[in-house]
């Protein structure tokens, strides 16, 4: 389910079925499986891609993406809790460096393509099924595609009936949450579908100097879908998403002191308003199928500030973020009858980020500046499938990528300029995939990617030397197998990948040498490297059971860089944001009465966030629990919910350059009830 997808409840105390149902005849539903989790070979990608089966109906996560990638091995978030803005995504030892870095993995919502990691969305409202598409191989099937992979966020398909729901949630921490949904049936020339939610919290930091809550929430998003068919061979998509975000600052607490309290004399503000839209044509040919999807968003936070205590003084942080994309995304796949199956494709995308940047010690103003980058993004893409054999397939697939990029920074504090400046880069990159049919149901997979991510500007500096970083660019070696039981009761993957990364791209906070004013750079290591493994089970031993397991282990270490501003060698050190591992153990049970339960466990290895590993900038392992026990009828669905039960403290992000941390979420339960008609 979508809240449960994110937080992983463990237990919880539920009264009596029949109490709940006042009687015993109503027929019962069959209750969305928890956290669903399965893998499967796709025409999408020649690794296995891994689904995550959300429930739509439900109450929606706090904070999306970094519950979600707990689910997934080998790819998780490091959260500030602001709305997706400086989070770092890191799939496979590949990461987007917090403020100006290309992500490495794309968002997808169906058929629109997000920009910069920070519009990432914060929840998912209204979506259904969550689909990670490792390597960038998958960058000769979509347009806008990351070395790191894809995410593929989709909504619910129509139902057979027009269905309608109804969720409320309260629970600790004034947690209060509404979700409304429905859905026309499918059919005919039209269908639509819509959710919305209203959600708020208390925050989980408290400032005892001023007696407030740092971090309280107030959240109101909404999806819509609708579908056109004119004629048997066309259909148009209009795909609608929103957010309004009103939150407090951002949580950040001084390392090495209490996770649930600051002192200070002022708080701050979150403020976040996002829309998403598409529109998708889709022609069924005689020889293929044609899709044309015109994409725009639109993100905007602001304000944004916050007060950061340093003992001798306090810092004042305001910021404005804005960014606006606009895309065209053209796909022909060749029919049915082709003889081989092949898919080729245009994009591109015209974006526009505007920021701006206010720091101040007490009344004093010692930085103010704002920017502008312009962007233009195209690629050609597609690829091939030979079955060359009952057993053999052979897929190439080759994608082509320009980046253009205008950047002007206005200085007003501490030396009024302007720094005009334009980045330029391309990249040619293949993609070779093998199968190989084993038989009794185990499929051999291995393939060799290219990867690209674009380079850029750091607008935090005013020194026009410092501000350039080149684009990054990444070599993917996969190998793996993939096996199911003859029953389907058992599937087991194993993924084995190598990544030879040129240019790696890194955060440095603050620290450049001699020059102490030029901060939040992005740098270049020569080269690194990033070498792992994940493996993913799922066994259904009974009627209503299942259980789930993945683990991934990543070593990803630079193997060529020194400092630029110290000379200091950081060779066989991990790069930053990257966990040693992540592991997670889910069980759901559905009896037939109508009762379910299920638990949890993820566990994240340790987390550098300096390439110089230094322990005080460093998170230990963590382990968390979460369940959630309920009974459910064909009309409604009633649970608790418990997460993080065992209260463990831990930061869910780091921030060097400010000796401050961003704690993650404390133990929480709430119960929560679903009416359907």
């Known amino acids: 389910m979508k809240t449960l997808s994110r937080i992983f409840p463990l237990v919880a105390i539920l009264a009596s079925p029949a109490l709940l149902s006042g009687q015993t005849t109503e027929p019962v539903i069959e209750v969305p499986a928890y956290e669903v989790v399965t893998t499967r070979l796709t025409t999408t990608n020649a690794s296995p891609t891994t689904d995550v089966f959300l429930d739509a109906t439900a109450a929606p996560a706090e904070f999306a993406l970094p519950a979600l990638a707990e689910q997934f091995a080998g790819f998780s978030v490091a959260s500030n809790q602001a709305r997706s803005f400086t989070d770092n995504f890191s799939i496979r030892g ?19 393509p997000l920009g910069a990691g920070f519009t990432f969305p914060s929840d998912l409202t209204g979506f259904a099924r969550a689909e990670l598409l490792r390597g960038p191989g998958a960058g000769t099937r979509f347009g806008r595609s990351g070395p790191g992979g894809i995410l593929l966020l989709s909504t619910p398909a129509s139902p057979a009936t027009a269905t309608g729901s109804l969720t409320l949630a309260a629970g600790e921490h004034g947690r209060r949450t509404a979700t409304l949904t429905g859905a026309s049936a499918a059919g005919g020339t039209t269908d639509a579908y819509a959710a919305a939610t209203w959600s708020e919290r208390d925050g989980y930091v408290r400032n005892t100097t001023i007696d407030q809550d740092v971090d309280p929430q107030e959240t109101l998003s909404a999806l819509a879908r609708f579908r056109y068919r004119p004629t048997d061979t066309t ?3 209009l795909f609608l998403n929103a957010l309004r975000a009103r939150d407090g600052a951002q949580p950040l607490v001084p390392l090495f002191g209490p996770f649930d309290t600051v002192q200070r004399s002022a708080e701050g503000v979150t403020e ?3 829309f998403n839209t598409a529109l ?7 020889t293929g199928r044609l899709t044309a999807t ?3 968003s639109h993100w905007d936070m602001g304000p944004y500030n916050n007060t950061l205590d340093f003992g001798f003084a306090e810092l004042g942080n305001g910021s404005t973020l804005k960014q606006r994309n606009l895309s065209e995304e053209i796909i022909y796949t060749a029919g049915a009858d082709s003889p081989a199956a092949w898919r080729v494709g245009l994009f591109a995308n015209d974006g526009r980020t505007n920021g701006s940047f206010i720091r101040a010690f007490g009344p004093q103003i010692f930085e103010e500046s704002s920017y502008q980058f312009d962007t233009l993004d195209l690629a050609a893409f597609g690829e091939a499938t030979f079955q060359t054999s009952d057993a053999l397939a052979i897929t190439v697939g080759l994608r082509l990528v320009k980046t253009e990029m205008d950047s002007v920074r206005t200085e007003v504090i501490p030396v009024p300029q302007v720094t005009p400046a334009e980045h330029k880069s391309d990249a040619i990159l293949p993609h070779l995939d093998l199968r190989y049919d084993l038989g009794a149901n185990t499929t051999a997979f291995a393939n060799v990617a290219m990867g690209y991510k674009t380079g850029g500007f ?3 500096t005013g020194n026009a030397v410092l501000a350039p970083y080149d684009a990054e660019y990444t070599t993917a070696y996969e190998a793996g197998l993939t096996t199911t039981t003859a029953d389907g009761k058992f599937s087991a993957t194993l993924r084995a990948y190598l990544y030879d990364i040129d240019d790696y791209q890194i955060e440095r906070s603050f620290a450049t040498g001699t020059n102490q004013a030029d901060d939040y750079l992005v740098v270049n290591a020569d080269t690194a490297r990033s070498i792992g493994g994940e493996i993913e089970l799922a066994w259904h031993p009974l009627e209503g059971l299942d259980l789930t397991a993945a683990y991934g282990r990543t070593d990803a270490t630079l193997t060529g860089f020194t400092d630029p501003y110290a000379g200091d060698v950081y060779d066989d050190n991990r790069v930053p944001y990257v966990p040693t591992y992540d592991a997670s153990l889910r069980l759901d049970y559905r009896h037939a009465s109508g009762v379910f339960v299920g638990a949890s466990l993820t566990a994240t290895g340790k987390t550098y966030y300096t390439e110089a590993e230094d322990p005080t900038f460093a998170q230990d392992r ?6 959630r026990l309920g009974y459910a009828t064909a009309r409604y669905r009633i649970q608790i919910v418990g997460t993080n039960l065992g209260d463990e403290d831990y930061y869910s992000a780091i921030t060097p350059g400010t000796f401050h ?3 993650g979420a404390p133990r929480s339960i709430f119960g929560e009830l679903t009416l359907r008609f």
């Open 622 to 627: 963590y382990t968390l629990i979460g369940a």
């Open 235 to 237: 259909e148009l998509t």
């Open 272 to 274: 976040v308003d996002t």
């Open 458 to 460: 750091s607008a935090f």
């Open 294 to 296: 015109t994409g725009f």
């Open 661 to 663: 941390g961003t704690p």
């Open 94 to 112: 590949l990461t987007n460096t917090p403020i100006f870095g290309a992500p490495a993995v794309t968002v997808y919502l169906d058929d629109l």
């Open 280 to 286: 998708t044509a889709a022609f069924e040919l005689p």
